[in-house]
């Protein structure tokens, strides 16, 4: 193999350059199928504030592989965003989950909501749109029961554009909301945040395992107070113990996500636990769920 280079210089694959080439090409393969072979699913996870229990869930993409099992976003979301199958990967997800949603808001748990996550790719697609807006249609969701996740990095390379995008939805679809996923990872200048048509900021998770440092509690301080200052919600995700819940609650923090609460779950996990917050009322959110 030889592979050309920036004008007349040539470089040679390794063996092992040769092998991850390989390697990517049958995983771009096989989630290519996986989407046509409905191997893509859904595993939910609840975010709770005191007192509320659960007030939403996430949605996050699982891979059933047929010979390997459940594969993790961390193995596939890069590579889909590379190759932009994330395009239909994610307007896959989006119907699933407006199905779920859907299914919740018929069924006695219409004040939950549910949170999806977009990809930078996905969201520069010009389909974009018109994709929110048919799984929307298609499962006659309420549109202020979705929240669509977007790292900072979507809105650094052209915040003006999207924002008016953002914005365009928002006033097509009255009660739709976006998220700021990962805050704090990214360049994140506090002035473009006031600027931005976004309602909700998630601190990333690095911060919360972290929070046993100094250093790690003042950016968490920070970024609760300049969040509240703009009037926006926040979030906490990767809440893993006590004591993350009390630092959090403790500078005005309630709504958190982590496995000191729930791990992601599948739709019928999370049905069940959605019928036992609701002292199983009747027959409820469980009932005539068929699945994804
Ligand atoms: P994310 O959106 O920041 O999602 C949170 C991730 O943290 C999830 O990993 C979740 O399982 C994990 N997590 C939550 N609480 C805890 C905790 O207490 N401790 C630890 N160690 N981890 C916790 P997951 O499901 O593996 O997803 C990883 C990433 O893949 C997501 O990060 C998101 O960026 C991406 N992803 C997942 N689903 C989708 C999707 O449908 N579309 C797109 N574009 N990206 C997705
Ligand atoms: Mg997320
Ligand atoms: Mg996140
Ligand atoms: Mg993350």
């Not at 063996?15 to 989407?35: C, D």
């Not at 239909?88 to 808001?105: F, I, R, T």
């Not at 003042?218 to 630092?247: F, P």
Request: charged fraction near 25%; hydrophobic fraction near 35%.
């Amino acid at each position: 193999y030889r592979a050309k280079e920036r004008g007349n210089t040539y470089r040679f694959f390794t063996p092992e350059m040769n092998r991850e080439v390989t390697r990517r090409l049958h995983l771009e393969e096989g989630l290519r199928a996986a989407i046509c072979a409905s191997q893509l699913t859904l595993y939910f996870q609840p975010i709770h504030r005191n007192g509320d229990g659960i007030v939403g869930f996430e949605a996050l993409v699982r891979w059933v592989h047929p010979g390997e099992g459940l594969v993790l976003p961390g193995d596939f979301i890069t590579l889909a965003e590379e190759t932009g199958i994330i395009v239909p990967l994610g307007a896959m997800v989006l119907l699933k989950a407006c199905h779920m949603l859907s299914h919740l808001q018929r069924h006695g748990c219409s004040n939950l909501y549910l949170s999806v996550n977009i990809s930078p790719r996905q969201f520069d697609d010009p389909f974009f749109e018109s994709k929110v807006a048919e799984a929307l249609e298609k499962y006659k969701v309420d549109p202020r029961g979705l929240k669509l996740e977007m790292t900072e990095g979507v809105f650094i390379r052209n915040p003006v554009d999207a924002s008016l995008r953002i914005n365009d939805l928002k006033t097509r679809f009255p009660g739709l909301t976006f998220m700021i996923d990962d805050f704090g990872t990214g360049f994140s200048s506090f002035s473009y945040l006031s600027k931005l048509p976004v309602d909700v900021i998630k601190i990333d998770q690095t911060f919360i395992s972290g929070l046993d440092q100094e250093h790690n509690r003042k950016i968490v301080k920070g970024i609760i107070n300049l969040v509240k200052s703009l009037d926006l919600d926040v979030v906490a995700e990767g809440v893993q113990n006590l004591e993350h819940v009390e630092y959090l609650e403790k500078h005005g923090c309630y709504q958190h996500q982590g496995y000191y609460y729930y791990k992601p779950m599948t739709a019928d996990e999370l049905l069940h636990v959605l019928w036992e917050q609701n002292h199983h009322d009747g027959e409820g959110v469980c009932s005539g769920w068929k699945g994804t």
